[in-house]
């Protein structure tokens, strides 16, 4: 029985510090005032991913490309980002899984939307676009290419599985991005 005692006075000896509330620090605070700005600039759109079609040339290989660049609506300002993908193109079809997001090596951070450029040779007629995210949702375009006129038309956008899927994704071709051999 003396242990007993010995223990439960051990135990009672030790002062009750009060919880005390947990401040918010100053980088919640800016995270949170990005988030209602964000929220703010897109209004009550649930668009996540822009996607322009363009024409480029590259110099060094002498090579004409058809640019793909998908980037984010959202801005990231701790760390810069690159969307990951996976590309599988068939005959008239190109299907591109959004994979995630993955860090830049860089020194310098700024605020940015993390960007991914496809580069793809030889594309003339009508292609189907499908941007599939993780959960599934997929997202199409019907984007005609035309090297000869030199343009890029979208034809059509529709959401995937008969128009279930909410709408993720925004098309749109930039023409002031042209460069030509």
């Avoid at 980037?71 to 599988?88: A, G």
């Amino acid at each position: 029985m003396a242990k007993t005692a010995v223990t439960h006075e051990k135990k009672s000896t030790k002062p009750k510090t009060p919880a005390r509330p947990k401040k918010e620090s100053a980088d919640n605070e800016i995270r949170k005032s990005v988030l209602i700005e964000d929220r703010k600039r897109f209004g009550k759109s649930n668009l996540e991913y822009h996607v322009r079609f363009y024409f480029s040339y590259d110099k060094i290989t002498g090579k004409q490309y058809y640019v793909l660049a998908l980037s984010t609506f959202r801005l990231f300002s701790q760390l810069n980002y690159s969307i990951t993908t996976k590309i599988k193109k068939q005959k008239d079809q190109i299907t591109i899984n959004l994979l995630g997001l993955s860090t830049n090596n860089s020194y310098y951070t700024n605020s940015y939307a993390a960007v991914s450029f496809l580069r793809f040779e030889e594309l003339f007629g009508d292609f189907t676009v499908n941007i599939v995210k993780q959960d599934g949702t997929v997202n199409s375009a019907v984007v005609s290419f035309n090297i000869y006129n030199k343009t890029i038309k979208i034809r059509s956008t529709s959401s995937g599985n008969a128009g279930e899927d909410r709408i993720f994704c925004q098309f749109e071709t930039d023409n002031s991005l042209f460069t030509f051999g």
